[in-house]
């Protein structure tokens, strides 16, 4: 079986060459991510141009996700090496941004000494070491440190959300995306996400014209705005580290099914991020846990699952891609897509939306529901945004889906969708003949063979509206 649930690798010091990046997307990796909170601006637009020369030299699509640094509170950065907080030591927090120790920690918020108070837990680097607030002075307050760990670099400091100031997007965000989507990026990741106020004050066009927007929940607020925020993007990431920063570890697991499944009912793909193969960092295989981590994300309904630090600074980008490829697709394996397919249409049942929202919500089950009982070979998609893909991955079909498209970032954003794979479709077509035009192209690629039966789904020119309205099974 054909992996169908797709990989996110990071872009970074250890997985910039062209060279690195190549054999990243030839061991699996489907979009590339660019850490924009990292680097100046060229050198985002530098590793864009990069990831494109990629995309030209192994002749298929390449998503490229901009991710948005947000209101993002880092401490000073610590010496070289960095510095290990041992558990139970007392240290003193303070403002600043020129250096930390293992005794000292500056912190680059100035609204530090008023928005954390005695009993604050403040966390360092995704959670990796954990200090609680014992006393506040004039100009620094003192912590005990409940779990240690070493600090390199300039650490994310996570400051609770419902507290932190500054607004999201920030403006440095938007003024970083304005840039990307110049270059044209095809997805842009939005931090810190408290509520869909935030989604809608990126103010892109909506994709494909635009970027396809990525809601990061990652804030006790966003949990409890879910559905709106759903709503508003384009798609979403389970950010874990900050996430189980905001709200209790034993309630993470839970809190991923939750969210997982309420995107995929709502046609948006959903990626489950942070830590999942972080010992490939420096070891040459994960852990026991992490390959579960990733086994039972897939089992969940993640659309993606991410790679960060893992490629970005690991000691084999490519091994850790490969990996989760080879983790991934076994469970893809054991999916229950049944059972999926099942709670999804449960999850449906009484939602209200558009007309057209419910005339493709009902044609893609149907397509759903005829590809399986008819025994056919594939699901043919014709689209110009990509929701009807989307809105046919939310099933889970064994069958693979191809996704016909005339826009270039269409099927660029196509590549973070469960199950589909990216074709391009010649623009300016008569409508009556983009059916038999992508049958032929499905053809001439190998995906399909003389005697299959395909599903066909596509738009219709008899519609008034955008909707999905029309399917054909189609025997070749």
Same mark, same amino acid.
Not at 32 to 57: F, K, P, T
Not at 251 to 272: D, N, S, V, Y
Not at 279 to 288: D, F, L, Q, W
Not at 414 to 427: F, I, K, R
């Given at each position: ?86 558990? @139970? ?12 120790? *293992? ?6 918020? $100035? ?61 440095? *965000? ?8 110049? @270059? ?13 106020? *935030? ?5 892109? $066009? ?19 705005? /879910? *559905?709106?925020?759903? @709503? ?13 920063? @905001? ?71 490519? /091994? ?26 449960? /999850?449906?049942?009484?939602? $209200? ?75 300016? /077509? ?47």
């Amino acid at each position: 079986m054909t992996r169908r649930t797709k990989i996110i690798a990071t872009m970074g010091p250890a997985s910039e060459s062209e060279g690195v990046l190549k054999d990243m997307v030839e061991a699996g990796a489907d979009v590339i991510r660019i850490n924009l909170s990292h680097g100046g601006l060229d050198d985002a637009v530098d590793r864009y141009r990069r990831v494109r020369r990629v995309e030209d030299a192994v002749g298929r699509p390449i998503g490229i996700l901009a991710d948005l640094p947000g209101p993002k509170v880092r401490a000073g950065s610590f010496p070289e090496g960095g510095a290990v907080l041992h558990s @139970e030591a007392t240290v003193s927090i303070r403002v600043g941004n020129e250096g930390s120790t *293992d005794s000292v920690v500056e912190v680059d918020y $100035e609204s530090l000494m008023t928005d954390l108070h005695v009993g604050d837990r403040i966390s360092f680097g995704d959670g990796g070491v954990v200090v609680e607030v014992t006393d506040a002075g004039a100009d620094s307050l003192r912590g005990r440190v409940l779990h240690g760990g070493l600090l390199q670099g300039r650490p994310g400091v996570h400051i609770p959300s419902e507290r932190l100031r500054m607004p999201t997007p920030t403006p440095h *965000d938007l003024e970083l995306l304005d840039a990307m989507v110049n @270059e044209g990026v095809d997805m842009a990741a939005v931090s810190f996400v408290r509520s869909a106020h *935030d989604i809608r004050r990126v103010g892109t $066009e909506p994709h494909p014209a635009g970027p396809m927007i990525i809601a990061k929940i990652e804030t006790r607020a966003a949990v409890e705005n /879910l *559905d709106g925020i759903i @709503e508003a993007a384009g798609a979403v990431m389970v950010a874990r580290g900050d996430l189980g920063s @905001e709200l209790p570890l034993e309630e993470l697991p839970h809190l991923q099914k939750r969210i997982l499944h309420r995107c995929i009912a709502l046609g948006r793909p959903a990626i489950t991020a942070t830590q999942m193969l972080e010992s490939m960092v420096s070891a040459p295989s994960p852990t026991r846990a992490e390959t579960s981590d990733i086994a039972n994300a897939v089992f969940d309904g993640s659309s993606a699952v991410m790679l960060s630090g893992e490629t970005a600074i690991g000691h084999d980008p490519t /091994l850790a891609v490969a990996t989760m490829a080879r983790i991934a697709r076994r469970a893809d394996e054991e999916f229950d897509d049944d059972a999926w397919a099942e709670k999804v249409e449960r /999850l449906n049942k009484g939602r $209200e939306g558009s007309t057209d929202d419910i005339v493709t919500n009902s044609m893609s089950f149907a397509a759903f529901r005829a590809a399986s009982e008819a025994g056919a070979s594939s699901i043919i998609c014709i689209t110009r945004t990509g929701f009807t893909v989307r809105a046919i991955a939310r099933f889970r079909p064994r069958v693979p889906i191809l996704g016909f498209t005339t826009d270039e970032r269409t099927r660029r954003q196509l590549t973070l969708s469960w199950g589909a794979t990216p074709m391009a479709m010649p623009g300016g /077509l008569d409508p009556a003949r983009q059916v038999s035009t992508a049958v032929e192209l499905a053809q001439a690629a190998g995906q399909v063979r003389s005697g299959d039966l395909v599903a066909v789904l596509s738009g219709s020119p008899d519609y008034k509206g955008v909707a999905t309205d029309s399917l054909r099974l189609v025997h070749i």
